[in-house]
């Protein structure tokens, strides 16, 4: 498989490159970063690896006519861009951006439309574990149980709430079919008064160097459940992102999401 990076400086894109530099069925094509200090060297650099003979570039087109597929993991404004470049180059495509908006989302599903594309907030397995058992869990206690949820990341993270979050809402609400524009709550401050009975509140936490964790509590009066994710190293982020890149240039056209990916639907 030839893969190329897109974001190759960034946390992640450096331990998507340490990950594929050691996978025997990967080749590493491309490299490419808006960062100009990165520019020009080689991604063995990058990644504490020596000479690799990829060197990073400003330029995305050329190095999608030597991919399979590209991994990108940038902005949301980047990922509109690179999905635009693959979906007329015919290049597979893996997004683990976050921060979308729902009309960036939109775009994104347009400009995908004739390529297979893997788009997850969170590529970690158990992450998407947790989205199944949130479904599972939601379907069976439905509207009787309040539902939270918290996230808590680095001080870093530019984005709130976090991507893993939004999605763990969005699942809750498709499930128990209350719109999320709706019902969903974000925080709260002041008299509120009494929790509505179809809120599902998100919250989130900025703190240190955690790297993610999400709780996900199902509350009634005499009980509380909760389902628990604890990321302790970005590794488990970029876990499912090869798995991801094989799936998607084997699979037809489509959007896909790593519950595809991972066969849990």
């Known amino acids: 498989m030839k893969l190329a990076m897109f974001g190759a400086s960034g946390r992640m894109g450096q331990h998507i490159l340490t990950m594929a530099s050691e996978a ?18 080689d991604i063995g650099e990058l990644i504490g690896k020596g000479t690799l003979g990829v060197t ?11 991919a399979d597929v590209l991994i990108d993991f940038t902005r ?31 775009q994104l599903k347009k400009n995908v439309a004739g390529i297979p594309c893997v788009y997850a907030p969170n590529m970690s397995m158990g992450v998407n574990l947790l989205f ?5 869990a939601a379907a069976i206690l439905g509207e009787d149980y309040d539902i939270e ?47 509505g009975p179809k809120e599902i509140g998100v919250h989130a ?24 994710h604890k990321a302790h190293s970005r590794d488990t982020f970029a876990s499912g992102v090869l798995p991801a890149a094989r799936f998607a240039i084997k699979a037809v056209p489509g959007l896909y999401d790593m519950q595809d990916v991972l066969g849990l639907k």
């Open 132 to 136: 199944k058992l949130v479904k599972d």
């Open 56 to 66: 990073v570039t400003a330029d995305l087109g050329p190095v999608l006519g030597k």
């Open 205 to 228: 936490i900025r703190t240190g160097d955690v790297v993610g964790e999400h709780t996900v509590t199902f509350g009634t009066l005499g009980e509380r459940f909760e389902l628990t």
């Open 76 to 106: 949301p404004e980047a990922s509109l861009i690179s999905s635009e470049f693959c979906g007329k180059s015919g290049t597979a495509l893996v997004v683990g951006t976050t921060g979308l908006s729902d009309s960036q989302q939109e």
């Open 24 to 41: 025997d069925d990967i080749e590493i094509v491309g490299a490419v970063d808006i960062d100009t200090a990165v520019q020009g060297k």
């Open 149 to 195: 949820i918290t996230e808590i990341h680095h001080r870093f993270k530019k984005d709130a709430p976090s991507g893993t979050a939004k999605r763990i809402a969005e699942i809750i609400a498709d499930t128990l079919g209350t719109p999320l524009s709706e019902y969903g709550v974000y925080g709260r401050e002041g008299i509120t008064g009494e929790r």
